[in-house]
């Protein structure tokens, strides 16, 4: 008989393995929250192809809506069980309690893609007539979800760049009249596609300065760049963290998913909101994702080691004019920005962006000529990508903000994979000698 259930045996799983030692994240995704006996021994999770659950009892099911439904609290030694897929899952609730590992969240929900998951944040921390400040630059689908959606709806925004000082950002927020409505501030750090850097911290600063007995100013943090290896927002006061579990947590271009984690309290908020939408991840997303999480480490740790050889290759060749990468951070010509990357980063990454000494159509002879790496938006994935953000990913930002952020027509970017680095060095070489 083929049963699980997710919640109770991550509590067994949990306390067999604190027992004796409190393993590292790499080495509780192969078995974490997953229990053999109780699917047949299979050593991988199974896929939970299945829509509904059979429950034992009707009283059995009345208590699991009651739960679900939030109409009364869990009893203390109560577990959630398994009623519908669009509430609840096998792979889903296995996957969420794996991902909480990395970033030490206390809950976490995943969602068909990462817009599903950010617009689901936007969704419920933001009302009409709430104000919503966001860093720039950001992915442009998030650009284009704030700037055509929210304000449809009534939301107040405004943005700040990469750069800002705490005081100006405050400044901004009190001039703009909507001061007493700040309900979120959203963040991209490291930013898409320039690497600009935003102190979480100062973020939450800024956050609690405006927040009142009444009402708590939170802290979103897109931090799909880094992956949950190299930056955990919520050690520095981010009260949620997204992810577009598309790139590194799937990291083999062939799934489509996103992700948030949090406080418990606040989870629970996003989890009901996700039911009633219904852009919850489904098993077979769940599944890939698990099979990923065990290969995340080595996968994130190979692709930043290449990564370095990249760009010190790009830093030094004539055809390149400037390179934006985290370990080229001068604590001497920018300690504001080197203090933050101290503070906040384990990691360099394996994102590269770089500005061509030319303009489109120099940047566009060298992205027709690449043989190794592919011509694609996304990253993070084992294959390395480049693409063109003014062109591509940001093209609907205007050129005005795309200019005052970087985001020209000669910048490329790049997202290095796990070939040998040397090859990877060979063919950008040889695209740019085709300029």
């Known amino acids: 008989m083929l049963l699980l259930d997710c919640t109770g045996i991550h509590t067994l799983i949990k306390v067999d393995y604190m027992k004796s030692r409190e393993f590292k994240p790499e080495s509780l995704m192969m078995s974490y929250g997953y229990k053999p006996e109780l699917s047949e021994g299979a050593i991988k999770c199974p896929i939970f192809q299945t829509s509904t659950f059979v429950f034992k009892t009707a009283q059995e099911g009345k208590a699991f809506f009651e739960v679900a439904y939030g109409h009364r609290e869990k009893l203390p030694t109560e577990e959630l069980g398994l009623i519908y897929s669009r509430l609840n899952n096998p792979d889903l609730e296995i996957l969420e309690n794996r991902l909480t590992l990395w970033d030490k969240a206390e809950d976490c929900a995943v969602f068909e893609s990462g817009m599903s998951a950010i617009s689901t944040v936007f969704m419920e921390f933001l ?4 104000l919503l400040v966001y860093s720039s630059p950001l992915y442009g689908g998030t650009d284009h979800f704030i700037k055509h959606f929210l304000t449809k709806f009534g939301v107040n925004i405004l943005g700040f760049r990469a750069g800002e000082s705490t005081e100006d950002i405050v400044k901004l927020i009190d001039n703009s009249g909507f001061s007493d409505k700040l309900a979120l501030i959203y963040v991209e750090t490291p ?25 708590q100013v939170l802290v ?11 930056q955990h927002p919520l050690q520095h006061g981010a009260d949620l963290v997204v992810y577009s579990a598309t790139k590194y947590i799937g990291g083999h271009s062939d799934v489509i998913a996103g992700a948030c984690l949090g406080s418990k309290a606040l989870m629970t908020r996003v989890k009901t909101l996700r039911t009633f939408l219904g852009n919850m991840a489904g098993p077979w997303t769940g599944w890939l994702l698990m099979r990923s999480l065990e290969t995340l480490k080595p996968r994130m740790e190979l692709q930043a080691s290449n990564a370095t050889h990249v760009a010190s290759f790009l830093k030094n060749h004539p055809k390149v004019e400037k390179v934006y990468y985290l370990g ?11 203090d933050i990357y101290q503070r906040q980063y384990d990691c360099d990454g394996a994102m590269i962006s770089f500005d061509i000494r030319g303009g489109e159509e120099e940047a566009f002879r060298f992205l027709n000529n690449l043989k190794l790496i592919k011509l694609a938006v996304s990253l993070g994935s084992t294959e390395s990508l480049a693409e063109h953000p003014a062109t591509m990913t940001h093209v609907d930002v205007s050129k005005e903000d795309r200019d005052a952020m970087s985001i020209t027509s000669k910048l490329i970017r790049l997202s290095i994979g796990v070939e040998n680095s040397d090859d990877i060095i060979w063919d950008i070489e040889q695209a740019l000698d085709c300029i």
């Open 127 to 130: 009302k009409p007539g709430d």
């Open 191 to 215: 930013a898409n596609p320039t690497n600009a850097l935003i102190d979480i911290e100062a973020c939450k600063k800024i956050a609690d300065h405006f927040s009142d007995v009444e009402r």
């Open 328 to 338: 080229f951070i001068d604590p001497e010509t920018d300690p504001v920005n080197y």
């Open 220 to 230: 979103a943090v897109d931090n799909t760049y880094m992956g949950p290896l190299w």
